[in-house]
Antibody, heavy 123, light 111 residues
């Protein structure tokens, strides 16, 4: 069974950076894209970016360009999302979500999702 | 303001049928971009309900169905059950933004 397990909740001060991890099991990490999506309290999800199966290419939403970095450690089947220059509006639940198989195109559905990592930005 | 527009809430009695609309534009649904639907139960992560407009993952009951026409899509739930209460989101790709986009979500209440 496919599982995505994320790191624990974080509390950060404005201006700081946060790095969230997502460990995959039950499938071969290098066969699938991995997306990152965030959801602010009471809001709909918001797509942040995607890393390709080999971990060599990233595509980011323009909204986060310059502040987000996605990386992949294939030796531990773990993906990472780092967001810098945090502000209060970045307080949200952050999810990793598996995308399509290699060769199937980047922009498809997400299945499954990790359990989420709550990031709180407060002074 | 979400790129895809959903009604904030819908409700129905157990056993009834409800539909949830998702309205886009010529740069996403109207451009024949596929629509996907997710269910988010309270305190949990979203779960895939429908992919590529009208396909159900094997574990999703056939009470859930969806369609796409023009610049809109809709999700139908028949035989409403108490455990269906939660939030539902549509998702597609927007060619103008070059982004994956979501609806603002619809809260389903089972009366």
């Amino acid at each position: 069974q496919v599982h995505l397990v994320q790191s624990g909740a974080e509390v950060k001060k404005p201006g700081a950076s946060v790095k969230v991890s997502c460990n995959s099991s039950g499938y071969t990490l290098t066969t699938y894209y991995m997306h990152w999506v965030r959801q602010a309290p009471g809001q709909g999800p918001e797509w942040m970016g995607v890393i390709n199966p080999s971990g060599s290419i990233t595509t980011y939403s323009q909204k986060f360009q310059g502040r987000i970095t996605l990386t992949r450690d294939t030796s531990t089947s773990t993906d990472y999302m780092e967001l810098s220059s945090l502000r209060s509006e970045d307080t949200a639940m952050y999810y990793c979500a598996r995308g399509s198989r290699r060769g199937a195109g980047i922009y498809n559905w997400f299945d499954p999702w990790g359990q989420g990592t709550l990031v709180t930005v407060s002074s | 303001q979400s790129v895809l527009t959903q009604p904030p809430s819908v409700s129905g009695a157990p056993g009834q049928r409800v539909t949830i609309s998702c309205t886009g534009s010529s740069s996403n649904i109207g451009a024949a971009e596929d629509v996907h639907w997710y269910q988010q139960l309270p305190g949990t992560a979203p779960k895939l309900l429908i992919y590529n407009n009208n396909n159900r993952p094997s574990a999703v009951p056939d009470r859930f169905s969806a369609s796409r026409s023009g610049t809109s899509a809709s999700l139908a739930i028949t035989g409403l059950q108490a455990e269906d209460e939660g939030d539902y989101y549509c998702q597609s790709f927007d060619r103008s933004l070059s982004d994956l986009v979501f609806g603002g979500g619809t809260k389903l209440t089972v009366l």
